[in-house]
T-cell receptor
Framework: QKEVEQNSGPLSVPEGAIASLNCTYS??????FFWYRQYSGKSPELIMF????GDKEDGRFTAQLNKASQYVSLLIRDSQPSDSATYLC??????????FGKGNQVVVIP | NAGVTQTPKFQVLKTGQSMTLQCAQD?????MYWYRQDPGMGLRLIYY???????DKGEVPNGYNVSRLNKREFSLRLESAAPSQTSVYFC?????????FGPGTRLTVL
């Protein structure tokens, strides 16, 4: 079982709709969870982090964590064409090392 | 405040050649990392340095060496490049659980 799994294929959403991304992790002891956005040809950029069960909102982004079910999700409300990117889920492993999922591509259609 | 900088941006090597990828950060972070990113594989940790004077292997260290020259600089060396090392290499630094990435080096080994 991979440490961090993002299984969904490319996600196409109309402009203004909600994009929903999911991620599962294998280490039940994991404490810190992150979402990075990566535009094509660019480096990953941290957009959300969450440490506690429940929801965390920042602008149009909401991260959700359920430690009992070992999943993390990211919602993007009112999706914009500028949100078109690959979204990487990451889990902290200690010494601030990160284990990454393979990423989900999001395409926002105007 | 430049954040994390990397040189070079692009490099083409022949099999067996050596090279060093340079990385520097001006955020006074203790921890620094080298990741590689390959299509379909996500980001994988090569080596990391939790603090000045220490280095440790990550997930895929074979074929690489690192040097933490001082608190700012962390270099990655390929002693004898192989085509399997064709990848995009990202240097990163972290503080408080949040990791910041450099712009990346796109390396091709022929």
């Amino acid at each position: 079982q991979k440490e961090v799994e993002q299984n969904s294929g490319p996600l196409s959403v109309p402009e203004g709709a909600i994009a929903s991304l999911n991620c599962t992790y294998s280490d039940r002891g994991s404490q810190s969870f992150f979402w990075y956005r990566q535009y094509s040809g660019k480096s990953p950029e941290l957009i959300m982090f969450i440490y506690s069960n429940g929801d965390k909102e920042d602008g149009r982004f909401t991260a959700q964590l359920n430690k009992a079910s070992q999943y993390v999700s990211l919602l993007i409300r009112d999706s914009q064409p500028s949100d078109s990117a690959t979204y990487l889920c990451a889990v902290s492993k200690g010494n601030n090392r990160l284990a990454f999922g393979k990423g989900n591509q999001v395409v926002v259609i105007p | 405040n430049a954040g994390v900088t990397q040189t070079p941006k692009f490099q083409v090597l022949k099999t067996g050649q050596s090279m060093t990828l340079q990385c520097a950060q001006d955020m006074n972070h203790n921890s620094m990392y080298w990741y590689r990113q390959d299509p379909g594989m996500g980001l994988r940790l090569i080596y990391y340095s939790a603090s000045e004077g220490t280095t440790d292997k990550g997930e895929v260290p074979n074929g690489y060496n690192v040097s933490r020259l001082n608190k700012r600089e962390f270099s990655l060396r390929l002693e004898s490049a192989a085509p399997s090392q064709t990848s995009v290499y990202f240097c990163a630094s972290s503080v408080g659980g949040r990791t910041f990435f450099g712009p990346g080096t796109r390396l091709t080994v022929l």
